[in-house]
């Protein structure tokens, strides 16, 4: 079993916020869980920089992250030519903020994935002469072909996994829609790479599917955005790049365990961004699973646990959950705990105490509606249902408004005017921007946090 003493990981805390107490009858509890990592600065035991190598072989040993750029080559990226050039100058930008001894490759996407940089199935290993290699080899990017991003995620997955790295992560850059492969064989290969590798996704133009990108960073636990001005990429793909090199532990998994009897409703990540855990648990035992939060660096995220208790009387109080920070142990050895809390629930006749919403779950409760209504009135705006949209954005006016969300606040008036956002009075715009409607839409689930 691999010793992980506390000067190879980062420190976690994890802070429980609920309301405890529940009404005769009362059933459902909520509470919000805190996770911060602090510290650290090594994998495994194994230090992200200055460690990796390669063998003989040419085959990557020791080396504590791995990344792989994938870009669009498809022919779409040569309208306007600026495009290609643009995506070629953001990997060489990319390429430059690698750390030392990073494990990385460039893959070119088309209807089929070409390994561009450095080629044989394996990944180099960042330095000087390296990095100058592969700008060197960005020069053969062209645009022309179709698009399958299924089959990009499937080699950045071959190559990460041939490679001996802690930290898995893919950059991934597209212009258009996934229309060369079948909708369900990029539901298998995000399937299929799920949990074995993180990747931000970014759409650059307007002629991307929303749902499609973010979809991809949803399964795989990255970020989402779009760079409307293919100009923007180069800062883009930096500032990925620099929050990638800035992760030091990976394969972190918030992990529940329920006493008889209880029934886990729903999971979900509600800061920095709303993501669903819930139908991503794996078993970890009797009454016990496991949910996976990617890789970590210095940071914080809030999660959302609700479970279904059995009713109890007056007086009486129970243990609805643990909820518990686990690291796998690579040698297969029991998992380490980094930290724990517990989710309460105390029956109650206090009427006050009861009814009482703790200010943590009623925020994130109104980031998620937030998100999810911004959703259903963009869908309802494309399909000609105007009073719809009208009353789903007004909605999301008010909730923006009431949270102090003002980055949403800002993306919605470019699609609605507002007339009052305290009551959600909005008028849908006649005219709006294609890139302001899709930044929308790519942004709705990104949240504030809660002023604690």
Partial sequence: MANFSKSNVPQFSVEVY?????PQGG?????????TSTGGGTTGGVPLSGTASTDLSGSVRAAGAGVVIMVDCSGSMDYPPTKMRNARDATAAAIDTLRDGTAFAVVGGTHLAKEVYPGNGRLAVADER???GAKEALRSLAAGGGTAIGTWLRLADRLLGAADVGIRHGILLTDGRNEHEAPEDLRAALESCAGRFTCDARGVGTDWEVKEVTGIASALLGTADIVADPAGLSADFRRMMENAMGKEVADVALRLWTPVGTEIMFVKQVAPTVVDLTGRRTGAGPRAGDYPTGSWGDESRDYH????????????????SRVSLVLPDPAGGAPRTLSQGLVRAVWTDDMAASTSINPQVAHYTG???LAQVIQQGLDARKSGDFDSATAKLGRAVQLASASGNKDTAKLLSKVVDVVDAATGTVRLKAKVAEADSMTLETRSTKTVRVKK
């Fill in 18 to 22: 609920q309301n405890e107490f529940l």
């Fill in 27 to 35: 059933r459902e509890v909520n509470a919000i869980v805190t996770v």
């Fill in 130 to 132: 390296t990095r100058a």
């Fill in 305 to 320: 646990v609700c479970v279904r208790v059995p009713e109890a009387a007056i007086g009486q109080e129970m243990l609805a």
């Fill in 367 to 369: 980031q998620a509606e």
